[in-house]
């Protein structure tokens, strides 16, 4: 018997991480219900991550699967856009190339979008790790990689939107070159119009943390540079 279909595509962006794929993907395959697609946008690796795609591609599930394989790195939101305009469902989830999604992740995360509301155009999940080092337990503790309390803006490790507003926003704004900013700068965009956000306790991804503490400082001073972005951006735009 198959498994029930919701109609939302998911987008992936990965870049040199081909055995952290393998392993979403095969979470990806568990998934009750599952989504109509699954987009996986390659940045240019080169760690054979094409040709684990094209294997991928091969292999025979009951939703659409679609790769796009970019000649030039350019980075996650550039990736993110391009998932957005080859994407065929009203609603976009996106997760990452290094988690671990749990079986009703797309029940979830899609919930509370197929509803009338107008004005709420984005839904966020939670985040657990995979490992349990002294990091990950941080992340985790601290709801790092979850949106904040205020629903200011959702992190694109676990999210849910809605198309049209994401297009009419201009999508992910591509001067975010590195993974860290960019889903903060598309969801000032959003709020600044008037769309809300809500979060969804039940939508769980597993996110493989790094537990090495210069992995963190880079992360730390990564996010803080994409967030200065953010702001500067939308205070730019709205003055």
Sequence with gaps: MKNEKIPVSVIVPTYNRILQLFRLL????????MPDEIIIVDDNSTDGTGKLLYKWKRIKRDYHKEIILKTK???????RNLGIYQSRNDLIAFTDDDVVVHTKWIKGITSK??????????????VKSINNDILSKYYVEHKILEAPR???????VN??????TLIKSGGFDISFSFAGGEDTDLCLRLKNKGYHFV???????YHDFSSNFLNFCRM????????????????????
């Design 73 to 79: 790195n350019k980075g996650p939101a550039d990736s």
């Design 150 to 156: 205020q629903l200011n803006y959702l992190p694109t």
């Design 199 to 205: 979060k969804e306790n039940k939508a769980i991804i």
């Design 113 to 126: 979008l197929l509803n009338p509301d107008k004005k709420v155009v984005g839904v966020g999940g939670v």
């Design 26 to 33: 095969k979470s990806l395959d568990k998934l009750n219900p």
């Design 220 to 239: 730390w001073i990564r996010y803080g540079k994409g967030t200065q972005m953010a702001i500067i951006n939308s205070r730019r735009i709205f003055a």
């Design 159 to 164: 999210c849910c939107f809605k198309k049209n």
